[in-house]
């Protein structure tokens, strides 16, 4: 079932990341406007001294030689405008348009003070203005070796004072529109992902809580290859495994339920017999009692062990253990119940190889794999057992003839009360518990089992256990 989504007018998570967004790209405004600041200064302002000084410097060239031209400065006394020519003239020859902005800033007439050799102003400040005369820079104006002027202009400091005004207020201007289309952009960009991320969330967020409420047929769409996509296919995966466990367990206390019936209703009927005078109360009908009873004993005990090894309690005790020599012991105290079932054995145990294990538990693995066999291989039948060691450690092949099972089946063999005939009879023997007590076995010494088809015409178990190494070895054996 796919989750069709309403969507409400208003996100939270888009809200929060609109505002982080938004503050993020504010405080890098901020930190740009801040440096570029820093910038000018520290390296502007040594920009405009320097550019300051030559333009100083031309023009005091240029009025030497409008000095040795004129023989005087009576000329810019009476006329004011001629200063202005000049100036223009000499700092930016050619007949090009005004300049604008800074450069007219520091290439105004106004910041220039021109005096005579004697001391006397020219153009600019009265004689007796001594504070804004310190304020200003010299450059002596010589003709052939005599000092005939001298040209006074301000220092970039104080023309500063009044390119600051301009200068911040264009940047405040430009900051304004910068943190204006980052405040749009960002409420596109929240907009945008908030829509997109919050949609997907939503809909995890809804799935999630109708799982919690048991609907385990949810499932969300996979799109992508994102994180977000592979959350959607770790939760379809998480829904998938509670659903089939709920179907399991439903099947588990189904099936529970018919093991337990049928050992009681022929306890019930064998006493209702004896109740109604129909069978004797006789040695031979308290045997068949007690075989009922000892089966409900073994299908308690096997339930008792599977919960334990579900719950991780499943009591083990591991030691220092020769598992050829395990094997080798059970299978020949087997050698009757295998004639009597007419399966031949062929065995080929190679010893010494050493795990850590509980004699115990291993014992009843092999009856189980034993009763499997027995339970099910026709006669004349063969068992073939083979233990050998590759670089994983030391690895049981279990292999019986016919009958054999369907591919399809085989990883369903370790199923509680899984039969392949699918029958609940106890007709084939056992309770369909021994195959997986045999793997809870295996998965309790720290290894794992495994079937397969085989080349006799049955079953092939493969069961891998974790080596000993030799230092571990020496240190656990007595």
Known sequence: MRLTLPRPAISRLGIKLFAVILVVNVAISGLVFLGVSRSLDQGFI?????????????????????????????????????????VRRQLWPGAGPAPVGIERQLGDPRDFVLHDGTGL???????????????????????QGERVGTLGYRPPEQLMARMERIFLSRQQRNLGIIIGALGLAS??????????????????????????????????????????????????????????????RSRWVSDIAHELRTPLSVLRGEIEAMQDGIRALDPDSLHSLSQEVGQLERLVA?????????????????APLDLAESLAQRLEE????????????????????????????????????????????????????V??????????????????????????????????????????GGSGLGLSIATALVKAHGGEMTAAASPLG?????????????????????
């Not at 509980?358 to 027995?374: G, V």
């Open 46 to 86: 040594d920009y405009l001294d320097q550019t300051q000084t030559q333009r100083a410097e031309t023009l005091a060239a240029g009025l030497a030689e409008e000095w040795a031209r004129r023989g005087d400065w009576q000329w810019l006394r009476e006329s004011p405008r001629a200063w202005h020519r000049l």
């Open 121 to 143: 102003p020219v153009i600019g400040l009265p004689p007796d203005d001594d504070e804004e005369a310190a304020t200003l820079r010299w450059l002596p104006i010589e003709h």
């Open 187 to 248: 409420l596109l960009l929240a907009g945008g992902l908030s829509w997109w991320l919050g949609r997907r969330t939503r809909s995890m967020a809804l799935a999630t809580r109708r799982l919690t409420e048991g609907d385990y047929g949810t499932r969300l769409t996979e799109r992508g290859r994102d994180e977000l996509a592979r959350l959607s296919r770790d939760f379809n995966v998480l829904a998938a495994t509670l659903e089939a466990s709920r179907e399991a």
């Open 302 to 318: 096997d339930l008792r062990l599977l919960s334990q090894s579900d719950a991780g309690a499943l009591e083990v005790q591991l």
């Open 334 to 385: 087997a050698g009757g119940w295998l004639d009597d079932s007419g399966i031949a054995l062929e065995q080929a145990i190679q010893g010494p190889a050493w795990i850590r294990g509980d004699a115990s538990r291993l014992r009843q693995l092999w009856s189980n794999l034993l009763d499997n066999t027995c339970a099910y291989t026709r006669a004349p039948g063969r068992l073939r057992v």
């Open 387 to 428: 233990l050998a060691r590759d670089a994983g450690g030391p690895v049981v092949t279990w292999e019986d003839s016919a009958p054999g099972v369907p591919a399809a089946v085989l990883p369903r063999l370790t199923e509680r009360l899984y039969r392949v005939e699918g029958s609940r009879s106890r007709a084939s």
């Open 458 to 478: 049955g079953l092939r178990w493969s069961l891998r256990f974790p080596p000993l190494d030799d230092a571990t070895l020496r240190e656990e054996t007595p």
